[in-house]
């Protein structure tokens, strides 16, 4: 996710050599200079960055501890921006939280990406509300989205937003909702009349937080946007949307300084899943290629059920992993959203992340073929592959509608896995994985 930022800084690092060097400290502020500026980070936060780490190294004296250490402080002090992290629930639910925007931003996507962040991850009881009434596509767009992740919606195509509004903050009150959030209409540009109603909406709503969804896409100009959002309506925090189609992904760290309010979300990606919260403790170890095992371990803490993981884990050691384990396995993947991103998380991992790409679960082909496989076997073979004798196959061949050498592909496959799997989850295990890893990232196995 922070590739090329990652990039900067390590090369940055890598020109001190020595200690007590000043020419090697001068090429590294440069290169960090130069780095930062081809990923879009603003140019005045560059500049205080870099001015900052190479008089606070100095301070502490050249060397590459130093560096390291001013940098960290640095990126830290940058992206900490008064107000809160993460999400912040009100004293006394619900939390009321307003989306705003500009048109084609990615609010109600947010919105939803937001609704299913909550509720999986944070158990909560929310609700939706949908207070962009111009369009009735938006409406429809919602409904959708509430129905994909099971959320309440509420919505009157016939009523004003702030009459939805009201309506929809005492049915909360009174079901005991925890959050509340609401979509508003978007504007293509900043247009007084609607920044009046919005303005109305914000009255009513009498929100706690007021989240700006920032296109990552349109660099500083989501940027410059926000001030007039800021100045009119106010904002408590900003979210950073379609981050994953901003390969530079500078511009996550100039804007919490720049707007004045913390970033909190990342929204990387079209599906419900694809947001992470933006700590900055957090999001400083993983540009300086340390990851983030927090943030991994609350993601998948969150939809793995540890019951589960372990009566899956126990089966794997002992070399009983069916077909039946294998779905349920895909299931909770897909919960944790693209791998890339996961993998982008673990120390060290994310080279591999990006060589990896993007590996769609839903949609890639394999896997489709796998379903159509497995769904074609008895509730018998299911849960134990060695009953697959070769008439047993052909059955499922033609009953999948695959080539019956395909279906034999996918069998030897799945029973090198169970296997591969059984050995990691032994004594060694991650060892092993760790050597099996760098051995692909020195061939460059991945690349391509
Ligand atoms: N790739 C990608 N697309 C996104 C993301 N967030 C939103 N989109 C897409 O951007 C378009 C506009 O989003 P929408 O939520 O309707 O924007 P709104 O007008 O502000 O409500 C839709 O096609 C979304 O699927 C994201 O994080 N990544
Ligand atoms: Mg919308």
Request: proline residues 23%.
């Given at each position: 996710m922070f590739d090329t930022l990652t990039d900067s800084f390590k090369n940055a690092i890598g020109k001190i050599r020595f200690s007590d060097d000043g020419t090697a400290l001068k090429k590294a502020t440069t290169e960090l200079r130069k780095s930062l500026l081809k990923a879009d980070v603003h140019h005045k936060v560059v500049k205080e960055l870099v001015t900052t780490v190479e008089n606070e190294t100095r301070k502490m004296g050249i060397g590459k501890d130093n560096f390291l250490r001013a940098l960290h402080a640095e990126l830290t002090r940058i992206l900490t921006i008064q107000g809160n992290q993460g999400f912040v629930f009100a004293?006394?639910?619900?939390?009321v939280v307003l989306m705003i925007g500009l048109q084609g931003s990615g609010k109600t996507t947010t919105t939803g990406k937001l609704a299913y962040f909550l509720k999986e991850q944070k158990k909560k009881k929310v609700m939706i509300v949908?207070?962009?009434?111009?369009?009735l596509a938006a409406v429809e767009q919602l409904n959708q989205i509430c129905t994909q992740i099971d959320v309440t919606l509420v919505s009157d195509e016939n009523a004003k937003p702030t009459e939805i509004v009201k309506v929809a903050l005492e049915r909360a009150e009174k079901e005991l909702y925890d959050v509340v959030i609401i979509d508003t209409a978007g504007r293509l540009a900043i247009d007084d009349k609607l920044m009046e109603e919005l303005a109305e909406v914000k009255k009513v709503a009498n929100p706690d937080e007021l989240f700006y969804v920032a296109d990552a896409m349109t660099g500083q100009d989501a940027v410059r946007t926000a001030q007039t959002f800021k100045d009119k309506i106010g904002i408590t925090g900003v979210v950073l949307s379609k981050f994953d189609g901003d390969g530079k992904g500078g511009i996550s760290l100039g804007i919490s300084q720049q707007v004045g309010a913390p970033l909190r979300f990342i929204g990387a990606g079209e599906?419900?899943?694809d947001l992470e919260q933006f700590i900055p403790e957090r999001v400083v170890g993983r540009l300086m290629g340390a990851g983030d095992i927090e943030g991994l371990a609350e993601k998948t803490a969150s939809v793995i059920d540890e019951k589960e993981a372990k009566r899956i884990t126990q089966k794997i050691k002992k070399g009983q992993f069916s077909f039946n384990d294998f779905l349920a396995q895909m299931e909770q993947m897909k919960k944790l959203g693209s791998m890339k991103s996961l993998l982008g998380m673990?120390?060290?991992m994310g080279n591999m992340a990006k060589q990896l790409g993007d590996m769609d679960l839903d949609n890639s082909d394999e896997v489709k073929y796998i379903k159509a496989l497995i769904s074609s076997m008895t509730p018998k073979e299911r849960a134990e592959?060695?009953?697959?004798?070769n008439s047993r196959k052909r059955r499922i061949a033609a009953g999948s509608g695959l080539e019956q050498q395909h279906v034999n592909r996918i069998l030897k496959q799945f029973k090198t896995a169970a296997k591969m799997a059984k050995k990691f989850s032994g004594k060694n295990g991650m060892k092993q994985m760790e050597s099996m890893m760098g051995q692909i990232e020195n061939r460059g196995g991945l690349k391509g």
């Open positions: 004293s006394k639910p619900p939390t949908a207070g962009d009434l111009q369009r599906k419900m899943p673990i120390p060290g592959p060695s009953l697959l004798t």
